[in-house]
Antibody
Framework: QVQLQQWGAGLLKPSETLSLTCAVY????????WTWIRQPPGKGLEWIGE???????NYNPSLKSRVTISVDTSKNQFSLNLSSMTAADTAVYYC?????????????WGQGTLVPVSS | DIQLTQSPSFLSASVGDRVTITCRAS??????LAWYQQKPGKAPNLLIY???TLQSGVPSRFSGSGSGTEFTLTISGLQPEDFATYYC?????????FGGGTKVEIK
C-alpha cells in the first residue's frame, strides 16, 4: 500500500524558511507528479507546485519567487522550501501524488503538517 | 488564473437526502474537474476526476457531471459519514486551483 509520510519544522518566525520533506513508501516514484498543497486554518486549498522524478517543476506564480521543490530519487523523497515566511503563510502543508499526463488530480495525500508563523 | 466558485458554501441536510453541489469555472475547462471530500483534521480524499469518473473505492452514491464551465457533485442518499467539506479542482490549467469549498452539515 503506497503511503506518503511528511515531516519538517513546525513553528517558524517571520523571514525564516520553511523546509518540508515527503517520502513515498511502497510504490513507484516514477510516472507521477509530486505536489505540495497548503490550506490556511479554516480556509480552502492552494496548489504550491509540483515536481516529477526527472526534476521538472511547475510552480504557482503567486509563490514562485520564494518556492523551491526538489527531488531525491535515491530515497523516493521530495522536498519543499518556502523562503521569507510571513504570518500569511501559516497553513497546513500537504504533500500529494499527482497523476502524469495532460491533467492532474491528487489521489494520495500525506498527513499534513501545520506550520504556524509567529514572532 | 481559473476561478472556481462553489455553491452553496454551506448546506444543511438530513441522512437520506439527495444533495447537489455546483462548481462554476471562470472559463471553459472541458471536463477537467475533480471533486474531493475533506473531514476535519484530515487530508482531502479524491472522489471524482474528469468530471464524472468515480475514484476506486468511492461509494456509488457519489456522482459527478458537467463540462465547460458548470459542474455538479451529487450525493444520492446522504450517509452519516458524508458530512464533510467538499472541494472542486480544475485539472489542467496552471496554476491548478480549487473551489472555496462546500460544508455539508447535519440538519
Amino acid at each position: 500500500q503506497v503511503q506518503l509520510q511528511q515531516w519538517g519544522a513546525g513553528l517558524l518566525k517571520p523571514s525564516e524558511t520553511l523546509s518540508l520533506t515527503c517520502a513515498v513508501y511502497g510504490g513507484s516514484f516514477s510516472n507521477y507528479y509530486w505536489t505540495w498543497i497548503r490550506q490556511p486554518p479554516g480556509k480552502g486549498l492552494e496548489w504550491i507546485g509540483e515536481i516529477n522524478h526527472s526534476g521538472g517543476t511547475n510552480y504557482n506564480p503567486s509563490l514562485k519567487s520564494r518556492v523551491t521543490i526538489s527531488v531525491d530519487t535515491s530515497k523516493n523523497q521530495f522536498s519543499l522550501n518556502l523562503s521569507s515566511m510571513t504570518a500569511a503563510d501559516t497553513a497546513v502543508y500537504y504533500c500529494a501524488r499527482g497523476n502524469s499526463g495532460t491533467y492532474r488530480f491528487f489521489d494520495l495525500w500525506g498527513q499534513g503538517t501545520l506550520v504556524p508563523v509567529s514572532s | 488564473d481559473i476561478q472556481l466558485t462553489q455553491s452553496p458554501s454551506f448546506l444543511s441536510a438530513s441522512v437520506g437526502d439527495r444533495v447537489t453541489i455546483t462548481c462554476r469555472a471562470s472559463q471553459g475547462i472541458s471536463n477537467y474537474l475533480a471533486w474531493y471530500q475533506q473531514k476535519p483534521g484530515k487530508a482531502p480524499n479524491l472522489l471524482i476526476y474528469v468530471a464524472s469518473t468515480l475514484q476506486s473505492g468511492v461509494p456509488s452514491r457519489f456522482s459527478g457531471s458537467g463540462s465547460g464551465t458548470e459542474f455538479t457533485l451529487t450525493i444520492s442518499g446522504l450517509q452519516p459519514e458524508d458530512f464533510a467539506t467538499y472541494y472542486c479542482q480544475q485539472l489542467n490549467i496552471y496554476p491548478l486551483t480549487f473551489g472555496g469549498g462546500t460544508k455539508v452539515e447535519i440538519k
